[in-house]
């Protein structure tokens, strides 16, 4: 008893539980939050649910919260703007039609489209009737999706009519699929297919709620770039406290809170409460987990501006037409953008941007510093660069916040302070290392500790340790927590190069070679050596029509502090590396190129 009054007292003094509340307040509006309450306890609907059918009360929410926020302009798709009494019709009519087809709660429905409204309503759809939506990349080649789609064991399959041709190919694979509904294109080419067409479900569906068991279906998928992707339960960690969840946590109720307010206090880090109107460009793809962060303002009341495929200067004119606040925007994009002639960057006002978030690859210091210095310069009131640490299994564990660096330059060059979750760093012999000591994270959040690989469970093993008598996430970084406990990634220790005995990480000479002015991307890796085993090897893209040689890159690298072993013994300069717009680079298809005829021999 004593104990669980000391986790409540915790929580309640957490200085999370203050600011998650207040940036909530602010970004929903006191006023609109009172009225949303009486139009709930006026709502027979509502109070019978809360009474009887607690798993749909969730839903009940939502349809008060969007008909409150009524004509106000919910989503911004293929330049056709909904507002949020259209996205509940449309959210309303899906569900109904996911329930025609006898799709049941707990069953999975893939989904496979770009950046759309109906992505954000198959989602929605899916929530309130209860169904996880195992989010595919839509970058994947046939035999990956079909890996992906049946790990999942989803029962209906969701995708964009451009994929057509690769569907109908592997459609035999797919194993647990019943169901196929096509977005865009035309009805004649869904139906030829005998595939449903998903416009014309809607017509037909009731705008009533849907029945259902309400679970957030998020559910992503990790590890893309090494392998066939592994599907994650972001619903069970979502749908904790609704009742709805398939698994339990492996924690306490209260212990799983605390991690959850934690985890949603990164609304206040990343600006929220400073925001009267977030209007948040999507320009990753959602499929990827780093990217909800991007959607995040629509659950509170926020306008989503969709972006289906990234274009440099198209990012800077929305921006400046729309009026954006909000970005999740990855190191990748953000390069392209800084390297935009000036002429054109110039031409925009950029004003209205307060929150650009960055993750999911490490971001160099010079990009950090360049992107805030071009939104200074094009109107920006202040510093807008943001970034956090986590994993697709984590979610946020440290975050940066301009407060942190305006001040202290030093920490621009960390990833964040641990504020949205736990984080240890633990030295070769397992025990926690000294302040600025290199070691390996391990992290603990509400997903950690939740987490499972539906159709992988077996991977858990190899991820998840016990640290002091609490489970933590391993996902093999290396780093060191400086005395204010902001965190400094150093590289990981999969990608670790041992070259005649000698440790070389990666990412500290990818972040040296990426400052030089003519270098837009780098991929460091180790290749084969009779004599060494392997040697560091580098290679380079450049700006388009830039010239520079090997010679010249080695004297820069000198000149950014690298020197003997650290400094590339082989430079290849390449038109385009492979990486996605997710900001993962396919070092796998780099690496295969020249170790792929030694694992043969081995």
């Known amino acids: ?83 949020f009494l259209e996205f509940k019709e449309r959210v309303f009519r899906a569900g109904n039609s996911l329930n025609a087809l006898g799709i049941k709660p707990h069953e999975k429905i893939a989904v496979m489209l770009y950046n759309s409204n109906e ?34 064991k989803a029962v209906a399959f969701v995708f964009d009519h451009t994929a057509i041709e690769k569907i109908v190919k592997i459609r035999e694979k797919l194993t647990s699929v019943k169901q196929y509904i096509m977005v865009g294109g035309s009805e004649k080419l869904a139906l030829e297919n005998d595939f449903f067409f998903y416009e014309s479900m809607l017509k037909k569906a009731q705008t009533t709620l849907p029945k259902g068991k309400f679970i957030v279906a998020l559910n992503p998928y990790t590890g893309g770039t090494t392998g066939a992707p592994k599907s994650i339960n972001y619903y069970d960690a979502f749908s904790t406290l609704f009742g709805t969840a398939e698994n339990a946590p492996r924690v306490s109720i209260l212990e799983f809170i605390e991690l959850l307010i934690k985890q949603f206090s990164m ?15 999507v320009i990753a793809p959602i499929y990827h987990a780093g990217a909800l962060v991007g959607i ?51 031409k925009y006002d950029l004003s209205s941007l307060k929150t650009l978030i960055s993750a999911a690859a490490p971001c160099p210091l010079e990009v950090k510093q360049k992107i805030n210095d071009l939104f200074l310069k094009q109107g920006a009131d202040g510093f807008v660069f943001h970034e956090y640490y986590g994993a697709a299994e984590t979610g946020m564990i440290t975050l940066l916040q301009p407060d942190d660096y305006k001040n202290n330059t030093k920490r621009l060059a960390s990833v964040g302070k641990i504020r949205c979750g736990e984080l240890k760093v633990l ?37 998840l340790f016990i640290i002091d008598g609490q489970e933590y996430y391993d996902d093999g970084l290396i780093g060191y927590l400086d005395e204010d406990n902001f965190l400094y990634l150093t590289g990981r220790e999969k ?62 690298c000198e000149k950014e502090g690298l020197f003997g072993f650290k400094l590339p013994k082989s430079i290849k300069f390449v038109d385009e590396l492979p990486r996605h717009i997710d900001g993962k680079l396919m070092k796998r298809e780099v690496k295969d190129k020249y170790w792929k005829n030694v694992k043969q021999i081995g």
């Open 1 to 83: 008893m004593i104990k669980t009054v000391k986790s409540i007292v915790n929580i309640i003094t957490m200085e999370q539980s203050r600011y998650m509340l207040w940036a909530q307040i602010k970004v929903i509006g006191f006023v609109r939050i009172l009225k949303i309450i009486a139009a709930l306890l006026t709502s027979k609907n509502f109070i019978k649910a809360l009474i009887y059918k607690r798993e749909t009360t969730v839903s009940h929410v939502l349809s008060v919260l969007w008909s409150n926020l009524g004509s106000k302009t919910a989503i911004i798709s293929d330049g056709k703007s909904y507002s």
């Open 119 to 152: 992505y954000m309503e198959i989602m929605f759809a899916s929530s309130i009737t209860g169904c996880p939506n195992p989010a595919v990349n839509w970058h994947l080649n046939e035999d990956d999706i079909v890996v992906a789609v049946n790990r999942s």
């Open 267 to 281: 609304l206040y880090y990343l600006n929220g409460h400073k925001i009267n109107d977030i209007r948040s460009l």
């Open 296 to 346: 995040l303002p629509f659950f509170l009341g926020g306008t989503l501006v969709m972006m289906k495929k990234f274009d440099s200067e198209k990012v800077l004119e929305i921006i400046d037409k729309e009026n954006i606040s909000w970005i999740f925007a990855v190191p990748t994009i953000m390069q392209r953008i800084i390297a935009l002639d000036d002429k054109i960057k110039s």
């Open 427 to 463: 030295n070769i012999d397992g025990k926690e290392c000294e302040i600025n000591e290199k070691g390996r994270i391990h992290n603990r959040s509400m997903m950690t500790v939740i987490l499972n690989y539906q159709g992988a469970g077996e991977k858990l093993k190899e991820v």
């Open 495 to 556: 990608e670790l190069i041992i070259m005649g005995g000698v440790n070389v990480y990666p990412a500290e000479l990818e972040e040296k070679i990426v400052n030089h002015e003519k270098v837009i991307d780098v991929a460091v890796i180790g290749i084969p050596d009779s004599d060494l085993g392997e040697i560091v090897h580098a290679e380079v893209q450049l700006e388009k029509g830039a010239g520079l040689t090997e010679k010249e890159l080695l004297k820069h």
